[in-house]
């Protein structure tokens, strides 16, 4: 399945769309997060441009609740937009299932602005020789939507020093990429936390929020182009454990970082 059927939805009225989840986007448990988080995005994306936003408007920022887990079949999806001024635009959007909620969600689109410009964020980490493929075999299908190639350190339940993914990344519908892919991407892997303990732990996540630094609002790869991306879980304590990640495009900029707040335990 390409992308743009992925994020398919059929509208109802102007505010209102319905998406159909499928067997490919199953997760560790029901509906993997990301993709429900990327077709709210689609939804609120839909509602803005009917109502006449300046084409430069891009998202830049957006936060996921989720409130209950999804399953496989229909979501119904609405869009509130909270406030418009003349550069900033917000909304909320709600997911929900046979009438209850499943996701809450808040998004920031904005056209450019005047500001400083710098980066003391990490430099992306060295592609080193010996990479393996993810496994995207078994319980987790949406893992087969994105052809990924590991660190060759990067392994799950191998009680590792730190709980860290290191990857190489490409859509496997080939590019451009969008917001509503990018936005699924950030929380399209398992949790990090899963490289450091030996054995099966829950870690289900309660929030995601993920940040785009960059205003182009599409992102092209080449044939042989990869996404680099690093999800670290640097604390964990009481049963919760937070997740920050940061994702590079191939010339090494930093394209959007993410942060997770994730039941541990």
Do not use: K
């Not at 560790?28 to 430069?56: F, K, N």
């Not at 550069?87 to 499943?102: C, E, F, L, P, W």
């Not at 205003?215 to 042989?224: C, M, Q, V, Y």
């Not at 191939?250 to 394209?255: I, V």
């Amino acid at each position: 399945m390409n992308w743009t059927e992925a994020d398919a939805l059929e509208q109802l009225d102007q505010h209102r769309f319905t998406a159909t989840v499928g067997e490919e986007w199953s997760s560790l448990q029901g509906v993997h997060g990301g993709y429900v988080a990327a077709l709210a995005v689609a939804a609120a994306e839909r509602v803005l441009v009917a109502e006449g936003v300046d084409a430069a408007t891009t998202l830049r920022a957006a936060t996921f609740g989720y409130v209950s887990g999804n399953r496989l079949g229909a979501l119904e999806i609405e869009v509130e937009v909270v406030r418009r001024g003349r550069a900033m635009i917000a909304s909320h959007v709600r997911v929900a299932q046979d009438g209850r909620t499943t996701t809450v969600a808040r998004l920031h689109h904005s056209t450019p602005w005047d500001g400083p410009a710098y980066s003391d964020a990490p430099p992306p980490p060295d592609r080193p020789d010996g990479l393996v493929p993810l496994d995207s075999t078994g319980r987790a299908n949406h893992l087969a939507n994105v052809h990924t190639l590991l660190h060759p350190d990067t392994t799950v339940f191998a009680g590792a020093d730190r709980s860290e993914w290191l990857a190489w990344c490409r859509p496997r519908h080939g590019s451009p990429i969008d917001a509503t892919w990018l936005t699924m991407f950030g929380d399209y892997f398992p949790p990090a936390v899963f490289t450091r303990v030996t054995g099966p732990n829950r870690a289900v996540t309660i929030e995601y929020a993920i940040q785009i630094h960059s205003a182009a609002g599409s992102w092209a790869l080449g044939d042989h182009d990869e996404l680099v991306a690093r999800m670290h879980t640097f604390h964990s304590a009481d049963g919760f454990a937070v997740e920050d990640g940061w994702i590079w495009l191939p010339d090494g900029a930093l394209l959007a970082t993410t942060r997770q707040t994730r039941l541990a335990g």
